[in-house]
């Protein structure tokens, strides 16, 4: 049973803008710690931003990459995580996940072995 459901991907233009979004189970998205992963084709997956949960302190983390660029955010009205993206680039193109794990406190927020549940992906083009 899918738990987290992207949304959001698209094909945008260098320097343009996307925002993701990831519904989550309510419990979920409230007690969880939550993050945002990529994979390019041939290569590995990559964190790209988390969040500790709300009770663990909500504290983020981005990778350097896409700092100042990327922002991790949440709407606890809609139990929905957002990853809003800035002056893309064309190496920003990838499948992005959606994670979580029931840990309070992330001892790995940009692995992916620091979480345990995925979304199937949504893709995100940037062309030059």
């Known amino acids: 049973q899918v738990q987290l459901m992207e949304s959001g991907g698209g094909s945008v233009q260098t320097g343009g803008s996307l925002r993701l979004s990831c519904i989550t189970p309510e419990f979920w998205h409230r007690r969880y710690s939550l993050g945002w992963f990529r994979q390019a084709p041939g290569k590995e997956r990559e964190g790209v931003a988390s969040r500790d949960s709300y009770p663990g302190g909500g504290k983020t983390y981005y990778a350097d990459s896409v700092k100042g660029r990327f922002t991790i955010s949440g709407d606890n009205a809609t139990n929905t995580l957002y990853l809003e993206m800035n002056n893309l680039k064309p190496e920003d193109t990838a499948m992005y996940y959606c994670?979580?794990?029931?840990?309070?406190?992330?001892?790995?927020?940009?692995?992916?072995?620091?979480?345990?549940?995925w979304g199937q992906g949504t893709q995100v083009t940037v062309s030059s």
């Open positions: 994670a979580a794990t029931a840990r309070y406190v992330l001892n790995m927020p940009l692995h992916e072995k620091g979480f345990d549940y």
